[in-house]
Structures are given as C-alpha cells and as structure tokens.
C-alpha cells in the first residue's frame, strides 16, 4: 500500500548564497540515522527527496522531511506535474472569519491557549509564527503587505501559530538576515525555498523547513517543555491537523495546493523532531502512517456518499 520514502536532513555550511531547492534540501544524513517513511499510493505523484553524502568539513546537525513532484510511472510529461494544485479567485473570496490555525484566528487562538495552560498568552510571551511567510506566498503578485482587500486575506488566510516569543524573533523567516543560520539558509534562500516548495505542490515541506530553524535553536529547545512552550506546540499542532490548503498568490490569482492527512502527519514528526532533537522511531512513523491511511479512506468514503446522495 505504501511506497518508502526517507526522511531529509539540511547540513550547516559555511558559505551559502542562494542555493536553490536541490541544493537546499537534498543535503546529508543526520546523526547517522537512515529513516524511512512511508507514502500513501493515492499520493503518488510525490516522492522523496535523496540526501547527498556528506561533504567533507560541513557540519550536519538536524532532519528534514521533504518531497518534490515526479513523473507518474509510464507518464510522457517531461516536467513535473502539479494536478492538486488549483487556481482561486482572489477577487471573488472576502471572508472575514477564520479557523483555527489561521492568521487571522489569532486572537480566539490566544484566548484558547490561555485558558487550556492557564498563562498569558500575548504579543510579551508569543508571536504569530507563519510557517510559510507573506514573502513566499506573495512572490509575483505586486500586493503589498498591510493593505487591505486580496493581500490582507492572502495572509490571514495563511497558516500561523503561536510561537513562543525569543525563539521566534531569531528565527532566520523574522526579518532579513543576509548571513545564514544553523540551519545553512539565510533570510532569502529560506524564502526562495519555501516559494519552490509551494510551486511544485508541497506545502508540508515548505512548512517543514520553516522548522529547521526552530531545531537549530538551543534556547528553542530549553523552552520547549515550559508552559510557554508546550503551548507553542499545542497551537503549532493544532494548526497542522487544521491545515487543508495553502494559497499563495501567482499574478493577479491565487494558487492552492491541497494538503493530505499525510502531509499533516508529516509537520507533526518534523515538529516532534525540532521539540526533542531526536529522530522519529520507526514506531511512531508507522503510526502516522496507518493514522493517516485510516483517515484518507474515511475521507474517501464520505465524499462517495455525498456524491451519491447529491
């Protein structure tokens, strides 16, 4: 039922420009480990993503999971496909409520996080963290952040959370850094990834490598299991299991790439794995897996039956 896929790790290196996709993110093993995770057949136009052996001298410190499109087996297409991702009429969507794990849920997120851990939680000790920045999603379009009207909705209609307040202001996607971070990416290659990421389908690696930058983070990791912190993953967990799409803008329409009980399953591990700086067992890889096998075929039977009652 599932095809193996390993997971992908980024290496710390001294002297990064702007390394594209390929460079970014097929990079070394981690700590020696060599995980494989698994991927629905339903999904497959998506496969993984080889690490390159590693380079004498550099420095590897962490993993990543990521994938890129391929070729269906026996497909004439001589590029990439994309079919799950589909155009959006910017102009015709105004929607002035969101849903957890949006931007623009954040203060119902706050009061929510508040109450369950019973700290405040505000601009002092959180931030909203989107995973995949305004910059990425908005490449193209001429919008400007903070106006009102399509690029307001692009980014509260954007996936977010709150994130705890120090590690988030370090982080290589707050602000623009020119020098690269634990991480091997600087404030431009990280976003230029993230857009690639986006353009080829794949929305949980984007946000996945947004993660990198937390698990380089020593001060990250001290915090994690603080009240603050715990909060920060509840909330980064809760908009994973919420995310169904993200759109990002190409010219004058917006893009959305669907995202599967798999991909969210894949965010949750790469979070597990910035929180605790330990690789995923293979037992806790299995388990998402059947988790989100079982749920991608209740999905399908509930929509057959809709059609059917339609």
Not at 162 to 176: K, V
Not at 199 to 220: E, H, I, K, R, T
Not at 235 to 258: D, L, W
Request: aromatic share 6%; net charge positive; charged share 20%.
């Amino acid at each position: 039922m599932f095809q193996s896929r390993p997971f992908v790790v980024q290496s710390k290196k001294d002297n990064i420009q702007q390394p594209d996709l390929k460079k970014s993110l097929m990079q070394t093993e981690n700590y020696g480990y060599h995980l494989h995770k698994m991927q629905p057949d339903n999904d497959s136009n998506t496969t993984a993503v080889q690490p390159k052996k590693v380079r004498e001298g550099s420095n590897v410190e962490v993993i990543q999971m990521a994938r890129i499109p391929t070729r269906r087996k026996g497909s004439t297409h001589s590029r990439p496909r994309t079919p799950y991702s589909r155009a959006v009429n910017s102009q015709s969507q105004s929607r002035t409520t969101y849903s957890p794990g949006q931007h623009g849920y954040k203060k119902n997120e706050q009061k929510r996080l508040n109450q369950q851990y019973g700290i405040p939680i505000s601009g002092q000790t959180h931030q909203s963290e989107h995973p995949i920045g305004f910059e990425p999603l908005n490449q193209t379009s001429g919008l400007r952040r903070g106006t009102s009207g399509r690029a307001s909705q692009l980014e509260n209609r954007a996936p977010a959370y709150q994130e705890m307040l120090q590690p988030h202001r370090g982080h290589i996607g707050t602000g623009t850094h020119s020098s690269p971070d634990a991480s091997g990416f600087n404030s431009h290659s990280y976003r230029d990834t993230q857009r690639q990421l986006l353009q080829s389908g794949d929305a949980s690696s984007a946000v996945q490598v947004n993660q990198l930058g937390y698990a380089f983070d020593p001060n990250f990791r001290r915090n994690a299991n603080t009240p603050q912190g715990l909060a920060a993953t509840n909330s980064y967990n809760t908009m994973a299991n919420n995310m169904r799409q993200v759109e990002y803008a190409q010219g004058a329409n917006n893009i959305a790439v669907p995202v599967n009980r798999w991909q969210q399953q894949e965010m949750l591990l790469a979070r597990q794995a910035a929180v605790t700086g330990q690789w995923p067992s293979s037992f806790q890889v299995n388990r998402a897996k059947m988790e989100s096998q079982s749920d991608i075929l209740l999905r399908g039977q509930q929509q057959r039956q809709q059609q059917l009652m339609a």
